[in-house]
């Protein structure tokens, strides 16, 4: 627990720290900390003490350091603000408030301020614009959606990567540094513990971001107490380790000395730097600082009222805002911002007119669009038995749109050889430093083992418009769950790849052979999820992807060839985009339908025959995606699966989870019960009941219901 003497004699020391402009500057700083605080109390709801012992750190970098226009709060080459401690979102939103950001509708910035000391007071209120945790989309000046701990690191890093890509791909003599800004981050002990961050750090150091600034809020507390009881680690000498330039400030109230160490940070080009900032949460409480009880829940009406009292606070009036502190706000980052985007605004109207082709690419980023052919020359497959593994057709697709997209960019954990997803066409590149043979202007991404971190780096290069991919084998998007998730909760267009799709994966054995993943993948609100059956359908689920804008999408691709179908015999690849479709049909009303997804398609498919062969009438449903097929009205639905066939039999090598809303609740479904088991595949068709043997007495038995 840090020392707390200097708690009762507040008023006395507190300018000594160098607020920088005298009593406004700290009337500014105690503004952010007793909105926090008052916010909190009323919410009766939140976290406190983080807010209170980081206004002078986010005053110092707001009103003095950063470049950002709160008039324009989508300026391109504005700093980017990630506040990892989610839960100290009170500190941005009073922030936000205070700096007067305008807001954001549809896209577009609007004349209206983002946050009025109404919606501060509204905090954590049904449909408020200030949630627990800072939500993007939600409120202008959110940059991003934290409050897991960790993912704000990671996003950070993928802003950071996507500022140097857009400044090496465009820049040009005379415009080098048009697009360029830094990426602060305030970070504390969850972050610090959480090992996505660590991923995170090491992916930053390794590619030397020197515009990507963390400040480490070490108040040593965590919701059971002093850190020591877990966290006794020397982080400071674990970053130098990764190749970051660190820092140590012991006085977080100095906010001379933290603009100082801010611009010395700003001075190394070639790595990352950490402020560590050694402070005292829920500072000038007089009972509470220091401890776990200023951390997540309200102070209290007494311990408002004392830490006010140290503050020398003028009034005893909840959500009090001074005269003239906005008025401050205005004078310095508002004034400032405002001349710098004044500047960027006419030097890239000079840009526009000298590059007129570059500066287009660069509207259609940050306008979210798609370049004109961007499907041109996209592969065709013609029948084959025989056929081709998913992966390996998904990567000559992701190949042929990368070169008529030119800011898709992407890599995968270490794993790229097997999911096919390096982009091998001339210029394509290795986004690495020069150091490492490398320029940041390559598009093929190196993440290392480190799932985890890939995800949350993927998510923050989407946020800067960059059109990112990820890949990875299906059983460790178990490590990306979290980043997956937030993906859609900020309806992020990051487009994850995942190969090695079942028990195909045969001799690995259980460990890697997914059974539960597609079932989670499915459950999770806002998300695409295509498992194609051939070639041809892997290339109008590309087809169907690229367009989206505010969704991410996960491809499930096969390791295992599967057969490419006749589609001048079978229905056009093209209906994947409705999710599921009548691949092929008796030609009237069917007894049975055999539905899958997948490798298990074309085994659908060969019972097919032999029932059409037997006389018995059946239909085959291709089943790509259950989320593109309840995007359909209900006629489309009924006409695929009509409500008075009741003998239905779904196959598909994964979990049946789900699947019963499809084959009802009389129908077949072969799908795993179990983990899988280490063999050669063939031998795990046969143990699992994937074989035509039992698709065939299973639909032989469902096409006598009535």
């Keep these: 627990m840090r020392s707390l003497s200097n708690q009762v004699a507040y008023n006395a020391q507190a300018g000594s720290g160098g607020a920088g402009s005298g009593d406004i500057a700290q009337l500014t700083i105690n503004t952010i900390r007793t909105l926090s605080m008052d916010a909190v109390q009323k919410a009766n709801s939140g976290h406190p003490g983080t807010a209170m012992a980081l206004a002078p750190a986010m005053y110092a970098l707001w009103q003095h350091e950063l470049k950002y226009d709160p008039q324009q709060p989508l300026w391109p080459a504005r700093d980017r603000f990630v506040l990892s401690i989610g839960h100290a979102s009170v500190l941005l939103y009073s922030t936000i408030f205070l700096t007067g950001i305008r807001d954001v509708a549809h896209g577009k910035v609007v004349d209206r301020p983002s946050l009025t000391v109404k919606d501060i007071e509204q905090f954590r209120q049904l449909n408020s614009k200030t949630p627990g945790h800072p939500e993007y989309r939600f409120t202008s000046g959110v940059e991003t959606t934290t409050g897991p701990l960790g993912q704000g690191c990671g996003n950070s890093v993928g802003m950071a990567i996507a500022e140097k890509h857009i400044q090496a791909t465009y820049g040009r003599p005379g415009f080098e540094d048009l697009f360029s800004h830094y990426v602060y981050t305030f970070c504390g002990d969850g972050d610090m513990m959480e090992g996505v961050a660590s991923e995170a750090a090491s992916t930053a150091g390794h590619l030397g971001l020197g515009n990507l600034i963390w400040l480490y809020d070490s108040n040593q507390i965590s919701i059971e107490g002093s850190t020591e009881i877990a966290f006794t680690e020397d982080v400071g000498k674990r970053f130098e380790g990764y190749k970051w330039h660190v820092q140590t400030l012991s006085d977080a109230n100095d906010v001379n000395a933290i603009r100082k160490a801010l611009e010395a940070a700003r001075q190394v080009k070639d790595r990352p730097s950490l402020i560590i900032l050694k402070t005292v949460i829920g500072y000038g409480a007089p009972k509470k600082a220091g401890t776990a009880a200023a951390h997540g829940e309200p102070l209290g009406a007494e311990e408002i009222a004392g830490a006010k009292k140290a503050y020398g606070w003028p009034s005893t009036e909840p959500f009090y805002v001074p005269d003239g502190v906005q008025d401050h706000f205005k004078q310095g980052l508002g004034k400032r911002g405002a001349e710098a985007y004044a500047a960027w605004t006419k030097k890239f109207a000079e840009y526009t007119a000298k590059y007129p082709d570059e500066a287009e690419q660069l509207k259609a980023i940050f306008e979210h669009r798609l370049p004109k052919d961007w499907d041109k020359d996209l592969p065709k497959w013609e029948a084959d038995p025989k056929g081709v593994a998913s992966r390996a057709s998904s990567g000559k697709v992701i190949n042929a749109i990368a070169k008529n997209v030119p800011w898709m960019i992407g890599g995968s954990a270490d794993l790229s050889p097997s999911t096919k997803t390096n982009l091998t066409f001339d210029g394509a590149g290795s986004f690495q430093p020069a150091q490492w043979n490398g320029s940041y202007a390559g598009r093929n991404l190196h993440f290392g083992v480190r799932e985890h971190a890939m995800g949350a780096i993927c998510n923050g290069i ?206 077949d479904i072969i799908a795993m019960n179990s983990f899988g088991a280490s063999a050669p595949l063939s031998a795990l068709l046969t143990k699992f009941g994937f074989t035509p043997e039992k698709v065939y007495e299973a639909a032989l038995k469902q096409s006598k219901r009535k």
């Design 462 to 667: 989407a946020l800067s418009g960059i059109r990112p991919y990820c890949s990875g084998f299906l059983i460790f998007s178990d490590y990306m769950k979290a980043p997956i998730r937030l993906s859609a909760i900020m309806e992020l267009p990051v487009i994850y790849i995942f190969t090695h799709d079942s028990i195909g994966v045969g001799e690995d054995g259980p460990t890697h052979q997914p059974i539960e993943q597609l079932a989670q993948l499915r459950a999770t609100p806002g998300l695409m999820t295509i498992r194609p059956a051939d070639a041809n359908e892997v290339d109008a689920a590309w087809r169907t992807i690229m367009p989206l804008t505010e969704k991410p999408a996960v491809l499930i691709l096969s390791r295992q060839n599967l057969p490419t179908i006749d589609r001048s015999k079978y229905a056009p690849a093209e209906n994947l985009s409705k999710g599921a479709y009548v691949l092929a049909c008796c030609g009237s009303k069917p007894d049975v339908i055999l539905m899958a997804s997948g490798s298990e398609v074309g085994l659908v498919v060969e019972v097919y025959e032999k029932l059409i062969a037997e006389g018995v009438k059946a239909r085959v449903v291709s089943f790509p995606s259950f989320d593109l097929f309840e995007e359909q009205d209900q006629a489309y639905k009924d006409s695929v699966l009509p409500p008075d066939v009741k003998g239905r039999v779904a196959v598909e090598q994964a979990a049946a989870f789900g699947w019963d809303r499809y084959a009802g609740l009389g129908g």
